[in-house]
């Protein structure tokens, strides 16, 4: 696939969109408007890579909207150098927006093939730092943490434990909660066992399922 001057174009198109709806950071800008969206989509679907929406990735699972990529993000006040763990890789794309900002990305996936899919296209886009993992982000990566950023990408019934426990003092965690529809929730340790959770808008992702599947 090519990153052609009609692929910029649109992308500026969307960045300017994010930028109306509210979006300020303009690092987090600069990355969306830097990442070639349309190389996560089928080829059939690229001009679909730069309209404000979900779509559609295989296995029932979505590439997130644009404009929740770029506000979980603003979000999560990612600085260069951060260890950050992403729960739910689905396309790649919400990594490649984290390492383009200089973070040290982690990312779990339940789903075989679409773990599979990220592990052949994100090095050949140039991202062959960000690690990969087939597992249940439920139980995060205890092996790897504390993380300073934790960033989940499906709907969760709840805050995992586990996520807490890996997220360092002085972390930050952006995770929506709810079963049907999500609130979006910025999560801070402050300390130890101090946890600070700040409710914000509403918001609707694909279910975060307990358990791998192959
Ligand atoms: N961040 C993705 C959006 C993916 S949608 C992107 O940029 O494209 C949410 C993803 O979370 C799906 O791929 C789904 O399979 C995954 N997921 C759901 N439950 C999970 C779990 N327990 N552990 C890891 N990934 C999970």
Request: hydrophobic residues 35%.
């Amino acid at each position: 696939m090519q990153d052609t001057y009609r692929h910029r174009g649109m992308r500026r198109r969307l960045v300017e969109g994010l930028r109306k709806r509210g979006i300020k950071d303009e690092k987090v800008l600069e990355a969306i408007g830097t990442l070639p969206r349309h190389f996560f989509l089928d080829k059939a679907f690229e001009d679909h890579a730069y309209l404000d929406k979900a779509f559609p990735i295989g296995n029932d699972q979505t590439i997130s909207q644009p404009y929740t990529v770029a506000y979980m993000t603003e979000l999560l006040e990612v600085e260069k150098r951060h260890k950050t763990l992403e729960v739910g890789t689905g396309s790649g794309y919400q990594a490649c927006v984290l390492a383009q900002l200089g973070a040290r990305v982690y990312s779990i996936e339940r789903q075989k093939d679409l773990y599979e899919r990220a592990k052949m296209l994100l090095p050949s886009m140039g991202y062959p730092q960000i690690r990969l993992f087939y597992r249940d982000g439920y139980k995060g990566l205890p092996e790897y943490a504390p993380f300073d950023r934790i960033i989940v990408t499906a709907g969760a019934p709840y805050i995992p434990e586990a996520l807490r426990e890996q997220l360092a003092v002085g972390g930050v965690m952006v995770i929506p909660v709810g079963e049907e529809e999500q609130t979006m929730v910025r999560v801070r340790r402050i300390a130890e066992n101090l946890f600070e959770e700040e409710p914000l808008g509403p918001f609707r992702f694909v279910p975060f399922v307990e358990g791998l599947n192959e």
